[in-house]
């Protein structure tokens, strides 16, 4: 029981049944508000059902799992899955022709990056047709959102996400930064083309 104000008479719908109207002000009434039935009052039915449903997927996994390969996890790190081939893995640094490094230090990238997680120090080289090298090129990979977009801005395709490896965990947060020797360690494994080469070029490694 208690006593409620509202705008209109709930007895003519659903609502709860109106037992008292005040005489002075119509709009405090008193009203009956009905208890929950039993089955819903107690979620004993929900629990249950939910339970039926752990129960279910328990015994398919322990009896079939591996026969009828109903098991949607994998035991990593033993077994690994397939990353698709655009997965956006660890960055690396293209080299050029000669080895050197193919970024010319033109700021594209920690200018676009959302997360501010690429440092890079620009310095003169001594090559007349290239006026800059990174002198220093550092990305934080646990700050890195993986949103390909300094891939995207890099108008020498310097920089590429295609290793198809994902960042490794570290205990130090400093760990977590990939050095420019780091970066053109995994750059090595393929020379860049402007325009990129697709996923292609790890089958021919
Ligand atoms: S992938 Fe995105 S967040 Fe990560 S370094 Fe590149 S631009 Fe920054
Ligand atoms: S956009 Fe490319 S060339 Fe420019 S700084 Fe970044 S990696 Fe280097």
Known sequence: MGAHATDHDDSETDGPKVLSVSPRNPRVRTIQIHRPAPQDA????ATAKGLGVTLRHFFKNVLRG???????????PEKKVDYPERFRGLHRLMHRDDG???????????????????TIVPAQTDDKGIEKFPAVFEIDELRCVVCGLCV????CDAIRMDTGEHAK???ERHDAVMTKDALLELGARSTAVQGGEGAAWRERK
């Open 169 to 171: 965990p570290v205990e």
């Open 42 to 45: 107690s979620f004993l039915a």
């Open 100 to 118: 050197a490094v193919r970024c010319v230090a033109c700021m594209c990238c920690p200018t676009v990056c959302p997360a501010h997680c690429i």
């Open 152 to 155: 995207e801005a890099c108008p």
């Open 66 to 76: 591996k026969d009828h390969n109903y098991i949607e996890t994998v035991e990593y």
